[in-house]
């Protein structure tokens, strides 16, 4: 849940509106699916960015107040990124199914490298070393180092 979407969950509740009448309003003819859309929104801050500024719109939400609580709820993310991770591997078994092995405290990035890169060697797996919130380094299966996202 973000800052964005418990205010707008407030002003909703404050104001009465069901999501059902909501979702009518932005113009759903299938109005199970519009509050779908909206609760789902509600409930994990995830929302189609053509959808925000109608949604505000209908709840009588400005603009200036969607600017702050997007800010606010950057600045939680680049808080949240900033926390220290231990650094770990996490290698690809299988499409959509990944399993985590954790690296010795204390190890150096260049060791970490060399292990991402001997476990996908051997395993014949993809791996990704996750260095920190910030920090993914991918190896295929050859072991070859591919991206380093920062």
Known sequence: MTNL?????????????PLSTLAKILGYSNLSKGANKITRFEQT???DPRLLLPLA?????STDILRELKARDRQARERWADEPVEPHLVIRLMPS??????LPKG???ERA???ASVT???SKMKVALIWNRRT???FDEKGIRHTEDE
Do not use: M
């Open 5 to 17: 979407s418990k205010y707008f969950r407030f002003v909703r509740a404050r104001d009465h509106v």
């Open 45 to 47: 801050g995830e929302i």
């Open 57 to 61: 719109t209908a709840l009588g939400i």
């Open 97 to 102: 199914i990944c399993g985590r092995k954790d």
């Open 107 to 109: 190890i150096s990035r």
């Open 113 to 115: 490298e060399r292990v």
């Open 120 to 122: 996908a060697r051997r």
């Open 136 to 138: 993914t380094i991918t």
